[in-house]
T-cell receptor, first 108, second 113 residues
Framework: EDQVTQSPEALRLQEGESSSLNCSYTVSGLRGLFWYRQDPGKGPEFLFTLYSAGEEKEKERLKATLTKKESFLHITAPKPEDSATYLC?????????FGKGTRLHILP | SAVISQKPSRDICQRGTSLTIQCQVDSQVTMMFWYRQQPGQSLTLIATANQGSEATYESGFVIDKFPISRPNLTFSTLTVSNMSPEDSSIYLCSGRAYQETQYFGPGTRLLVL
């Protein structure tokens, strides 16, 4: 069964304290892996697409990496405005499957 | 990035009534989807909206409850029929664009009393 698992479920960090969020997957026919940011009451905001193992992408304080079994979203020196739920999703040929997300809270 | 708009952005409805949500996407989008996100939960795919034909529903979702139309490439509607409080959720329209990237609309927040 195709499955996407994110960890941890929730993470509280001090401002400036770097960390990583994990997304592990077991799927057949992976076409890509997405990371989204979602603020309360809003639709997911697209961050990155990764297509192959070894690929990395960066945007401001965020860097996403991909291996054959998992992806990491690294957050460097986070700020309170980085507080959000971060969703990982894997793209299959006809749909995408979401993980349950990691709720990130950055304390000032 | 693809532009996706939805309306209404929110609504409060009475039990037993129906609500139709509209979604407009720009021309980059090839596939369209409808998702539901219940409070504190992740996104659940309701169906794939197919242009000019019946939508493809996921397990647990049926056409009588969630009729979907997609009369052309860039427009789709989702109706939530005979609503109950359990239908209170955020409903999200989504579109897949070139190179598989999938974008989401701002969502429709529905509260059923």
């Amino acid at each position: 069964e195709d499955q996407v698992t994110q960890s941890p479920e929730a993470l509280r960090l001090q401002e400036g304290e770097s960390s990583s969020l994990n997304c592990s997957y077991t799927v057949s026919g992976l076409r890509g892996l997405f990371w989204y940011r979602q603020d309360p009451g809003k639709g997911p905001e697209f961050l990155f697409t990764l297509y192959s193992a070894g690929e990395e992408k960066e945007k401001e304080r965020l860097k996403a990496t991909l291996t054959k079994k998992e992806s990491f979203l690294h957050i460097t020196a986070p700020k309170p405005e980085d507080s959000a739920t971060y969703l990982c999703a894997v793209s299959l040929w006809d749909k995408i499957i979401f993980g349950k997300g990691t709720r990130l809270h950055i304390l000032p | 990035s693809a532009v996706i708009s939805q309306k209404p952005s929110r609504d409060i409805c009475q039990r037993g009534t129906s609500l139709t949500i509209q979604c407009q996407v720009d021309s980059q989008v090839t596939m369209m989807f409808w998702y539901r996100q219940q409070p504190g939960q992740s996104l659940t795919l309701i169906a794939t909206a197919n242009q000019g034909s019946e939508a493809t529903y996921e397990s647990g979702f049926v056409i009588d409850k969630f009729p979907i139309s997609r009369p052309n490439l860039t427009f789709s509607t989702l109706t939530v029929s005979n609503m109950s409080p359990e239908d209170s959720s955020i409903y999200l329209c989504s579109g897949r664009a070139y190179q598989e990237t999938q974008y989401f609309g701002p969502g429709t927040r529905l509260l059923v009393l």
